[in-house]
């Protein structure tokens, strides 16, 4: 089950399990109090994300959405992650690391510059984790002046994107 773990790019027939894990994880276990109407990104998935450099995808155990990460495109050259999430039954198994480094190579592939992150105080083992990964923390003042800060994040981080190296004949 746990090892059969696929990443696919979001389709719209995920929709309603996203929106529900994403909500679950920020109101039940965070006890966040955010909605769906002040996340109008989940309704509109394809056209918020997958755009440019960007695109959402979901952790599948067979056709249950059991995680989620999301980049935004910004100025060519960033991206912005966004929603990464894994459902807590299925935590402890690697898919955080395995949605992370996905995103990570796809960046390497678009010739990314650097990741960055908006973050809440509240969530510190995903600080740990972030870290851990090779992102670093930034002040607000630091950040690219086109990256997208929701109004909630008070903490972000960076990660420069190793280049793929081309070999030369």
Do not use: C
């Amino acid at each position: 089950m746990k090892n059969m773990i696929q990443i696919s790019p979001y389709d719209p027939q995920y929709q309603t399990q996203v929106v529900e894990l994403i909500l679950k994880i920020q109101q039940q276990e965070f006890g966040v109090s955010i909605t769906l109407e002040q996340q109008p990104d989940l309704l509109n998935i394809p056209n918020f994300y997958q755009q440019g450099n960007g695109n959402f995808w979901v952790a599948l155990d067979e056709d249950n959405v059991i995680g989620t990460i999301a980049a935004i495109d910004f100025d060519n050259k960033y991206l912005a992650l966004r929603k990464l999430f894994v459902d807590t039954n299925y935590r402890g198994y690697g898919i955080g690391k395995k949605l992370l480094n996905f995103i990570v190579y796809w960046a390497m592939k678009k010739n990314v510059k650097e990741i960055y992150l908006g973050t809440i105080d509240k969530f510190k083992l995903a600080h740990q984790f972030y870290e851990k990964n090779g992102f670093v923390r930034v002040t607000k003042s630091e950040l690219p002046t086109s990256f997208p800060i929701m109004l909630v994040d008070d903490i972000f981080y960076r990660l420069t994107v190793p280049q793929l190296r081309h070999q030369t004949e």
